[in-house]
């Protein structure tokens, strides 16, 4: 996929300082991040029936800075700053998913009132590395999450059966569903069966390959309270709804086909019982014809925003 710029209609400003107060506020009033996660006016709460639209910006701090042909589309954090708040401009979208340094700059903009706030925890198993499935927690802990006011955190969870390291992700994983569970947030665990080819990390989205990560990973923790699926958009997505019971939100990737397939896929699987919405980043915020509110349009009118009958709401 080639990426064109940002369309006109969606550009903030092009000023190469634009973002320099955020520089100045972080050396001289770094405590004015903490004041600003404090002001913010938090999300009216989740419904059922009101399917959620996250968008997800922590690639970055994977090293993962590819889009499509482009190995650096994201390297760019004014560009990135400025699709983010495009897309959240949108009142559609309900929130984002971010690592630490992202979400802090959000905060300091004002791009985050009345959003979720979801913290990416594990950016250790770092795109290439030699240890890439020892995904240790080097991002948000849940402390911190609580700390912000965040509504949770989300962790990736590869399991690799032919690498050790995969013990210990697990493990971690589970500690961390435990630690946000003591403090009533949501964990997002995004869980892939993965392998190792050629030097590199591949994702098994095969139907059966998928419904096993979930079977996995919902068994983490002590508990499954606050658990949530993240889940690829995958053939047969009625079995792998099937098989779990968790809220689960769809993930987008980095998109190999036209972005008209893309949305449909998504229109198809959102349809499904359990689907609570979308946590969607690259495909979006770095669509090929550079209109991201056109994308974001598009992608949150895929939602169903629809009220229960009393028959199936559940009984107290």
């Known amino acids: 996929?080639?990426?064109?710029?940002?369309?006109?209609?969606?550009?903030?400003?092009?000023?190469?300082?634009?973002?320099?107060?955020?520089?100045?506020?972080?050396?001289?009033?770094?405590?004015?991040?903490?004041?600003?996660?404090?002001?913010?006016?938090?999300?009216?709460?989740?419904?059922?029936?009101?399917?959620?639209?996250?968008?997800?910006?922590?690639?970055?701090?994977?090293?993962?800075?590819?889009?499509?042909?482009?190995?650096?589309?994201?390297?760019?954090?004014?560009?990135?700053?400025?699709?983010?708040?495009?897309?959240?401009?949108?009142?559609?979208?309900?929130?984002?998913?971010?690592?630490?340094?992202?979400?802090?700059?959000?905060l300091l903009l004002g791009a985050l009132d009345g959003k979720l706030v979801f913290g990416s925890m594990n950016r250790g198993g770092l795109a290439g590395l030699v240890n890439e499935f020892d995904d240790r927690f080097t991002g948000h802990t849940a402390a911190a999450l609580e700390a912000l006011g965040a509504d949770g955190g989300k962790m990736l969870t590869r399991i690799c059966l032919g690498d050790p390291d995969t013990v210990v992700t697990l493990e971690a994983t589970a500690k961390a569903i435990d630690s946000l569970a003591e403090r009533k947030l949501t964990a997002m665990v995004e869980p892939f069966l993965s392998v190792r080819e050629n030097g590199r990390v591949r994702n098994d989205l095969s139907t059966d390959a998928v419904i096993k990560s979930i079977a996995i990973a919902e068994g983490l923790g002590s508990t499954s309270a606050y658990t949530w699926m993240k889940l690829p958009v995958v053939a047969n997505m009625e079995r792998v709804m099937a098989a779990t019971t968790m809220p689960t939100v769809l993930l987008g990737g980095d998109p190999d086909s036209s972005q008209d397939e893309v949305f449909a896929s998504w229109q198809a699987a959102l349809a499904l019982p359990g689907v609570q919405g979308l946590t969607v980043g690259r495909t979006l915020l770095y669509p090929a014809d550079g209109d991201v509110s056109g994308a974001v349009a598009t992608a949150a009118s895929l939602l169903n925003h629809t009220t229960p009958n009393r028959t199936e709401e559940v009984s107290e």
């Open 1 to 106: 996929m080639t990426l064109t710029p940002l369309a006109s209609n969606n550009a903030l400003d092009d000023d190469p300082r634009r973002y320099a107060h955020l520089s100045t506020i972080r050396l001289e009033d770094p405590d004015a991040i903490a004041r600003a996660a404090k002001a913010r006016r938090r999300h009216p709460g989740l419904k059922y029936g009101k399917q959620n639209f996250i968008v997800a910006a922590d690639h970055p701090a994977r090293g993962a800075l590819a889009v499509g042909s482009d190995p650096v589309a994201m390297a760019d954090r004014r560009q990135l700053l400025d699709r983010l708040q495009i897309a959240l401009a949108n009142p559609a979208v309900d929130g984002v998913l971010a690592s630490p340094d992202i979400m802090d700059d959000l």
